[in-house]
């Protein structure tokens, strides 16, 4: 950006990045090349000492469909740094085993992947990792001064949709040394900038809300250069760079982020709403709504309340399933943040490997549905919840 005072985020989005291409293109080309040629060795030592940014070789990142995106991605949460993989996951492993040495406390609900990571394999490999639920907040501290050198959560968390108080949490791993990661896949940038709240990383899954289509994978880490430059050989190495193709399609994506997530914000708060009233609902999980438990935090630390929610349907667990085939615009599949509205039952898809118990201790009951809200008219979105609930 050549302008003096900082561009709005949607700006941001559309212009966040300096690469010229010869041709004048308007947006990001793929460069769908592997290795890119020199005229002297002078000038591949340059590149290979990182004198200038320069393309080099793909799997390194030094390709301009990916450093053109990094740079725009940065932006949007006014990160030093972003770098991008092939997937959430990815970006996740990247950061754990850069930074999650000493231990990683994970605070609350996570992604299913994520969980299975902290809780199996990297202590697999001697990295202690600690589970703790929003309501095991008072152990944090002995946690951190026992020697965790990373906090780890979600906020809004899936599929509860429980907050944490991010400036709170980044004050108390700061006082023990410790970084503060976030997943801010939920909320996206738009919703929320947990950089600016006081917290270290932010990891994002692109292939929800960024990517915002459901025909990408790709992850993301923002942060200091300090946090990020290390990580960077994990990436190389662990090969998880994205394909230029993905590079380009996904900035092809960040140009409607503000204007997609603004109107499935909308859309969620009116469907909360409507569903917070019907006779056949138990109970909605919708931060935007003003009785629920976050909602005043997520009035402090969120500039938009998202388009996820979930709810509670009378009847427990077959009701729900009998809601969810019902639905004809949403469609069943697990995942969340493209353009069509999607249902998910927990228990039977993103949960169901976890005990009952253990399900009822995370305080996710049977009948819950998780929606992830569309593009479509929210009163065909309410018509068709409407019609399934009858
Ligand atoms: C989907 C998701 C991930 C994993 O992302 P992939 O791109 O599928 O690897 C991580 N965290 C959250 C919150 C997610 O929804």
New binding site residues.
Partial sequence: MTQDTPAGLATRSIHGHSLKDVHGSPHTPIYETTTFTFDTTAEVLDVVEGRTVGSLYTRYGLNPSIFALEETLAGLENAEMAWVFC???AA?TALFLTHGREGIICIGDA?G??MELLADQLPRLGIPTHLILGNELDQLDALLAAGAGMVFL?TPT?PTLELFDIADIARRAHAHGAILAI?N??ASPVNQQPLSLGADVVVH?A??YLGGHSDL???VLLGSKALLAPVWSWRKNLGSMPSPATASLLARSLRTLVIRVRQQNASAQAIAEAMAGHPNVERVFYPGLPDFPGHALAREQMHGFGGMLSIEIKGGREAATRTADRLQLFALAPS?GGAESLVTQPCTTTHHGLAPEERSRRGIPDGLLRLSVGLEDSADLIADLEQALA
Avoid: I, P, V
């Fill in positions: 997937s959430g996951m996740e992604y992947g994520t979600e899936n997943d896949t939920f899954s292939t929800k994978t790709a992850g969340l």
